[in-house]
């Protein structure tokens, strides 16, 4: 496994493509981490579309992995897959620095809970005024 597209909710199955390379159509299944083997569709040998289970425990990033006939691929440490729960809020508990100049252009680091994942459009809105994050 070379890479796939990285994000989808906890509680819906989403359809993943995985990008490797020797898949073949011999009963073609995905894995989210640890979880259950999933049902997959060969496209070709570059390429297999995963769905993700129905539903998981809590938000977590896992490494995809392919099976075809039963044969693992092997999957590259930096191939993950991130849950995560949509409905949840976002909350900011602390910024670094706690303040800055007036003027804008200083980079803070939040820290806090319900962020969505790495690839999803993040804003922070910052006194009223949205700017990327």
């Given amino acids: 496994v070379l ?4 994000t989808g909710g906890v509680l819906a199955a989403t359809t993943v493509q995985v990008h490797g390379h020797g898949f073949w159509p011999d009963d073609p299944q995905c894995q989210f981490g640890d979880g259950p083997l999933t049902p997959a569709t060969f496209v070709r040998s570059t390429l297999v579309l995963c769905e993700t289970p129905r539903s998981v425990p809590e938000p977590a990033s896992v490494l995809v992995s392919v099976y075809c006939g039963g044969v693992s691929s092997v999957a590259a440490d930096d191939v993950l897959f991130s849950f995560y ?11 670094t620095p706690a303040y800055a100049e ?4 200083t980079q803070a680091s939040l820290s806090g809970s ?3 994942p790495a690839g999803a459009k993040l804003v922070c809105n910052v006194g009223g005024v949205r700017v990327p994050a």
């Fill in 3 to 6: 890479d796939c597209n990285s």
């Fill in 85 to 95: 729960d949509p409905s949840a809020p976002t909350l900011t508990h602390s910024s």
């Fill in 102 to 105: 007036r003027r804008g252009g």
């Fill in 114 to 116: 319900g962020f969505r």
